[in-house]
């Protein structure tokens, strides 16, 4: 059973930046995802990437984050700019789709002035 571990998250102002960071048994040819829980709402979707260097995004962070893999590390990143109130969230890393038994405790973004 793989759960992976979350990090980076933090307080920062509207407009800032922040990394968020993704370790684990990722397996090399796996396609990887950032997930997010708002407060009061379902956890959804926020961007993903394959084996490769294919990314997707949602409509509601594409153009401002960045999701990426260090294979060699087996880590996934997901770097956040232009950061919103709406942005406030626990993230997630899971498996692209997301595999029910792997979820972690997540990092929690808070975007406050």
Do not use: H
Request: hydrophobic share 35%; glycine share 12%; charged share 15%.
């Amino acid at each position: 059973q793989v759960q992976f571990v979350e990090s980076g998250g933090g307080l920062v102002q509207p407009g800032g930046s922040l990394r968020l960071s993704c370790a684990g048994g990722m397996a090399t040819l796996a396609s990887m995802g950032w997930y997010r829980q708002a407060p009061g709402k379902q956890r959804e979707y926020v961007a993903s990437i394959d084996s490769g260097i294919t990314t997707t995004y949602s409509t509601a962070v594409q153009g401002r984050f960045t999701i990426s893999r260090d294979t060699a590390k087996s880590t996934l990143y997901l770097e956040m700019n232009s950061l919103e109130f709406d942005d406030t969230a626990v993230y997630f890393c899971n498996n692209f789709p997301p595999r029910d038994n792997a979820w972690g405790r997540g990092t929690r973004v808070t975007v406050s002035a």
